[in-house]
């Protein structure tokens, strides 16, 4: 091994620094930064690169994706296909129908919906007309479009990409473009029978995905505020302190209490009372206890969530979930527009990975929120112009996050996946057969066979056999001079070699006969 | 009728005059205007109106996606479902795997792709960071996904939406956000083979669209090109020449001379040797004649093109669709990036519609354009810093036109459409069954049966009918005290009025055989 070899063999991003032919120094320099730099900086030196030129002088091409997007090449859309599917399986088996809205609305439209995340927003340049901006999220075009159409009944999914200029972390399926799967239902109804089917919906598809062991956590907007009001917050604090609340699954108590204190103003005392319920979480059994509560019970708001709370638990025993579901009173959620029931569902490692993990590392790994949602009952009212309210739930499927953990699972299995679903290659070993390839081809397209030429005029028969084994088409239809004499083609089964003649009348049907159960 | 009612009624718009609430002065000066002004008034009015606010003093927001783009409501989706499922099937039955790019590009992506429609081209802001536009077409992501992951050989389908902010003419299906169907072939493979297939899909999808008569119209790049030299066309005039030869299905000859002439500086008889041209069409009679044509076969781009244009004839009959193609050399197309054979597929009304439309207007109808495409093998090599190339072709399906078309259709037919697939409603005639039917219905959920309740505690019987009359559900499975004791459930057939007793422990396998074969 050379020098250059055993220095980039050190480094993390190895790969890389071969594919960047990259000379030695720079190799030595990426080397001596912590390994979570050298990607960004070897980002950058491509960049620079890229802009200086190639050697023959043409200016080279940046050629890449937008920062924090990605293509999706075959393979992932096969498995973006497969999650697809049991997602708007679910959907559809509660009774959903599907909607679609633009991908920019008018800048106007998402204005005061989002608080301090309203920067993430991408705003289209303004080319003389209406100023538009990419949509941050599917729930506010869906409330502008029950608004619109004066739609007050609506059980609906939508399935999109949605926009954020946020830090990507893409290993983590963090991206600036990301797909949404929506489900919620519009309509006044009563309370906690469409919040506790969105819950239902969230634990069939999170089972259903197959991902590992995952955590429901419930809270309420109004057992939040009403805790808030008993524990001395001032009205006014109520967002900013639920905004530090909501940090507590990624930061100790005694860090967000110092946010509380120190950032945002608030008495210690203060602070050490709502320390006392944000640590708490537990089934029906705590609802009870809080419900007991000396100053919670006297608090008309936490009431009345606490009481649908119960509510809740009840349904979802019924529905056969319960068991997953923490009601949690750290749960806070960032967005601005929720006014009741709140969710969100984590993948929780078993026990086995979590020992092995604290093993190979000194903490456990967060694996973060696939699906979120809750009660916004006031969002559709911000766009009527007479303030009309239609009481809304939905439920929020992050996908990329899921992708990733299916992909490296792939990757991990060395399990083939199949990108196209040809069942059949019409081939030759003979020259001047392109016509009849051709012919028998168009044949078995007409039936509803999915079958594929090679584009050569006199392909190799070894070439067209390679092509099956690659692509994973189980057969080939051989013609030959004599086959087409005797009026049969050659079927050769590509796994098992085995090689029948069959009557060119019948081919369709032992096509069918042999693709079908696949 | 009142006076504002007389006057309206003399608009074309009359509907929206109403519904815009407009005065009596303002009516009377918009019914002064030619029709095709007012609706374009209108809107600017309403807009003004919205920003003025209304008269409670609350500013009034403008409830509107942007201009040129659309929702889909569940039925449209129920359409396009349909749509693309046609068009998919027929992507996969030759073997296509699928792809999927960012909805934006970096904007130098783009830049030098489409000639004059680059001013179509929607940029985002400037928020810091990358330069970036939303894609204009597929093909020039799919030609950069090439470039960039080194790849010379992919048959891939890709449907997505794409953006121009072109002037909309939304009843005939043209829209600033559109969806495109693109199947490409890219590779080095024998002349014509590929390009047949991609006129074999364009004649599959329309046919099973079942849109009516359509004609597929083909030329090449290199004939345009040879005739252009033959005819004494400066070089460089192809393609503003081009352009011009493109403009013969929407104006007269003469018009368009007049463009070559008085525009473009064409000496006259040169115009007039390209019209001799132009106006011919035909099948490979005409191929053979132009073979023989004393100034184009002595041109040796033009005979390149010829000869594969025979090639393409005879690769179409064997697969059984050359009726329907007809080699007309004055197709041209827009884009630059051709370089060979080129298409484009129109509905043409049958003879009987077009004696019925004769009858009532005084001009035919323009159906317009529903698929196109053809070959371009140098856009991937304008990527590559190597400038090595990868020869393509490809057709992109135009959707948005159909989708007019099949809704138009719909709603002339009266026929309902389902934009729920649930199966059964489970539902109750008693109080206090809500427990009862949550319990059910998350059974029928758990063998995957598609399922509904009501989100009332205590719904009328009536109720619960008359939702399954508007969405279609076939089935109610209905709960009673009585029908608890006895271990059945009553199965109502929503069509018939038929109910029968089923044994709980049978009722999915009943549901099952009364909806699969629907």
Chains 1, 2 share one sequence.
């Not at 001032?234 to 507590?248: E, G, Y």
């Not at 979480?281 to 007991?292: M, T």
């Not at 916004?376 to 899921?402: A, T």
Request: proline content about 4%; glycine content about 6%.
């Amino acid at each position: 091994m050379n020098k250059f070899g055993t220095i980039a063999a050190k480094c993390w991003p190895r790969f890389f620094c071969y594919r960047a032919g990259l000379s030695d120094v720079v190799v030595r320099m990426l080397c001596s930064l912590p390994n979570e730099q050298i990607a960004e900086e070897l980002a950058k030196l491509m960049e620079l690169k890229a802009q200086l030129g190639t050697n023959d002088g043409k200016p080279q091409f940046l050629l890449k994706t937008p920062k924090g997007t990605r293509d999706y090449n075959p393979k992932q859309m096969a498995i973006r296909e497969k999650v697809f599917n049991i997602i708007t399986d679910s959907f559809k088996r509660h009774g959903a129908e599907t909607i679609d809205t633009p991908v920019f609305e008018l800048k106007e439209t998402l204005t005061g919906k989002y608080g301090e995340d309203s920067k993430l927003i991408y705003d289209l340049k303004d080319q003389g007309g209406e100023l538009l901006s990419l949509r941050y999220d599917l729930t506010v075009p869906f409330a502008r479009y029950l608004a619109m159409n004066k739609i007050t009944n609506i059980k609906r999914y939508h399935i999109a990409k949605v926009y954020r200029r946020d830090n990507p972390a893409m290993t983590r399926g963090r991206y600036r473009e990301f797909y949404q799967c929506d489900f919620d239902i519009a309509g006044q109804y009563d309370p906690m029978i469409p919040d506790a089917e969105c819950l239902k919906i969230v634990h069939e598809i999170l089972s259903e995905l197959k991902l590992g062991e995952f955590q429901i956590k419930v809270n309420d907007r109004r057992v939040l505020d009403g805790m808030f009001e008993v524990c001395g917050v001032p009205a006014d604090k109520f967002r900013t302190i639920c905004s530090a609340v909501d940090k507590m699954d990624k930061m100790p108590w005694e860090e967000v209490k110092n946010e509380m204190v120190a950032e945002k103003g608030l008495a210690p005392e203060t602070a050490d009372k709502i320390g006392e319920y944000v640590q708490l979480h537990g089934g029906s059994e705590l609802i009870d206890r809080l419900v007991q509560d000396a100053k919670l019970s006297q608090n008309k708001v936490a009431m009345e969530g606490l009481n649908d709370m119960k509510q809740l638990f009840e349904y979802l025993t019924l529905f056969g979930v319960a068991e997953k579901v923490l009601f949690d009173l750290s749960l806070a959620r960032g967005l601005d527009y929720y006014t009741g029931v709140i969710y969100e569902a984590v993948l929780t490692p078993s026990q086995a990975d979590i020992q092995t993990q604290q093993n190979e590392h000194s903490e456990p790994v967060n694996v973060g929120s696939v699906a979120a949602g809750g009660r916004y009952d006031g969002l559709v009212g911000m766009f009527d112009p007479k303030n009309r309210k239609v009481p809304c739930v939905g439920v929020s499927i992050g996908i990329e996050r899921i992708f990733s953990i299916m992909e490296q699972r792939l990757e991990a299995s060395d399990q083939k996946i199949r990108t196209t679903e040809t069942q059949v290659l019409v081939a030759t070993a003979q020259k001047k057969l392109l016509e009849e390839r051709m012919k028998l081809v168009a044949e078995l397209w007409k039936s509803g066979i999915k079958a594929e030429i090679s584009y050569k005029q006199n392909p190799k028969l070894l070439n067209q056999l390679q092509y099956c084994e690659e692509t994973g088409i189980p057969l080939v239809a051989i013609i030959g001079e004599q086959e087409l004499k005797d009026g049969v083609i050659k079927l050769r089964v590509v796994a098992t070699r085995e090689e029948i003649n069959v009557e060119r009348v019948n081919l369709v049907e032992e096509i069918m006969k042999r693709t079908c159960q696949s």
